[in-house]
């Protein structure tokens, strides 16, 4: 019988002006926008749009010419008219990076449709050359070898250092799980034959490793397909966009094995691109739509990268560290691993007695990471 959920706890929000939700949405946010505003010579109406978004905290309707307006409208009935750091601290984000996307005429038909208004911050996080000699460089080590540096590569994004140097990095991004089912894993992904589904994070040098993984998965038989899953639009400043997957392919560059592997996988249709617009809603995963919900249940397995996702999977919550991963995530359609680097306060699956033994931070200060498997 799987574990049961416990009693559910209140969403987190930024209520509490010393918690980290607060901080986000009162220092992060402004930091975002005026790095958009230094990046693009916005005019007057698109700088006054996201002055107003800043000044004003209150949960307003999106303008009727939105086209997503009725959604939103559905989504955010209970809020309006609160502030956002009244309101649950996961939908107040995605709701700031809507209006960011309406203020920057994002989706609006005129000259700036369709620019991605993180799209210089991204290019500036692309890997170079020898980042991507040394990922190429995995391939003459043992497969094991190959799978436990991939792993920790995508965990750990850019802490990973790309370059690895596989005899001292690893051992202490290992030192720094706080749960690690690797093994578990690799289990799943043993027989192969089957779809892999990857729910990708961040761009630029976070999704880098993420490609050589699902190479590996497909070059060795892990996988007979692979879905890659990403945002329909720019969101959350980093979040990987299928431009973005096509630039990083690119910048492998003609000599890369792999990035050749990948690009004739595209072709074949073993990799997949995959998107939905549910990637850009306000919700956790139980309210995914069905078709979303019918390719993880298809898969042999989903890997969701990042802490946005983890916060999804689990739910935005104040659970305590040792509540059940296993019985948080009994809902998901199939079996599911998350991969994450810890970045906010939504913790869950620890062992007992693990979370007391860290510093006051670790939930936030991003040194510390987590593997876990349910299936």
């Known amino acids: 019988m799987p574990d049961t959920p416990p009693v559910t706890p209140p969403q987190i929000t930024g209520a509490d002006p010393a918690s980290f939700a607060a901080a ?39 303008p009727r010419d939105a086209h997503d307006c009725k959604d939103w409208d559905r989504w955010g009935e209970p809020y309006f008219g609160r502030s956002m750091f009244e309101v649950p601290f996961l939908w107040a984000e995605n709701y700031f990076y809507r209006r960011l996307l309406h203020a920057t005429g994002y989706h609006e038909p005129g000259p700036w449709q369709g620019i991605d208004p993180f799209g210089p911050q991204k290019a500036a996080d692309l890997p170079g050359p020898a980042e991507l000699a040394a990922l190429d460089a995995l391939q003459a080590l043992p497969e094991d070898d190959q799978a436990a540096a991939l792993v920790a590569a995508a965990l750990w994004g850019n802490r990973a250092d790309l370059g690895f140097q596989l005899a001292h990095g690893l051992a202490d991004m290992q030192a720094e799980l706080v749960a690690d089912d690797t093994e578990r894993l690799w289990k799943w992904l043993a027989s192969g034959g089957g779809t892999v589904c990857v729910v990708a994070d961040n761009a630029g040098r976070e999704l880098l490793p993420d ?165």
């Open 24 to 62: 986000v949405l009162r220092d992060r946010h402004p930091a975002i926008v005026a790095r958009v505003l230094a990046d693009f010579p916005f005019a007057a109406p698109v700088r006054d749009a996201l002055a107003r978004l800043l000044q004003d905290p209150t949960v307003t309707p999106l």
């Open 211 to 375: 490609l050589v993984l699902i190479d590996f998965l497909l070059r060795t038989g892990r996988a007979a397909r692979v879905e890659l899953h990403v945002k329909p639009a720019p969101y959350f400043v980093s979040d990987a966009l299928t431009a973005d997957v096509l630039a990083e392919l690119r910048r492998f560059g003609d000599g890369s094995e792999i990035g050749g592997r990948l690009w004739e996988a595209l072709r074949a249709g073993s990799l997949k691109l995959v998107t939905d617009p549910f990637y850009c809603a306000p919700l956790e995963f139980p309210e995914m739509p069905a078709g979303l919900a019918a390719r993880f249940g298809a898969a042999t397995l989903t890997i969701l990268k990042g802490d946005l996702n983890y916060r999804r999977l689990v739910g935005d919550r104040d659970w305590a560290p040792e509540t059940s991963f296993s019985g948080l995530t009994a809902y998901f359609p199939g079996p599911v691993a998350a991969l994450r680097t810890v970045k906010s306060d939504v913790v869950a699956g620890l062992a007992a007695g693990v979370a007391a033994k860290l510093p006051a931070s670790w939930r936030t200060s991003g040194s510390f990471a987590m593997v876990q498997v349910r299936g």
